[in-house]
């Protein structure tokens, strides 16, 4: 069993910035980070692999150059730094850990779930 915690998010104006955290309660092959906002349907933010040793993080373009993922690896915490945001990402945030199949924002086969966190943008 893993825990998952997260903390952060919040309300923004546009252009602003949040980080999200999420503390696993052990290691895992791969964390992530989805969202679903009002009226969509889930969908993937970013990954971290734990499975090579120069992992790469993953990005759904509608993020990349925005957002970026990164790891406390000796704290077990998974972060989000979210800078210039928008209005279309006002979503409940999710953390994810333990990958089923693969590490990468398309798949969501993951076996843990944070409880979420709110991000809010107002333009």
């Known amino acids: 069993q893993v825990q998952l915690v997260q903390s952060g998010g919040g309300s923004v104006q546009a252009g602003g910035s949040l980080r999200l955290s999420c503390t696993a309660s052990r290691d895992t092959n791969c964390m992530a980070w989805f969202r679903q906002g009002p009226g969509k349907e889930r969908e993937g933010v970013a990954t971290f692999s734990n499975t090579t040793t120069f992992s790469v993080p993953k990005y759904a373009d509608s993020v990349k150059g925005r957002f970026t993922i990164s790891k406390d690896h000796a704290k077990n915490t998974l972060y989000l730094q979210m800078n210039s945001l928008q209005s279309d990402d006002t979503a409940m945030y999710y953390c994810?850990?333990?990958?089923?199949?693969?590490?990468?924002?398309?798949?969501?086969?993951?076996?843990?779930w944070g409880q979420g966190t709110q991000v809010t943008v107002s333009s």
């Open positions: 994810a850990a333990d990958a089923t199949r693969f590490c990468g924002p398309q798949y969501d086969d993951f076996n843990y």
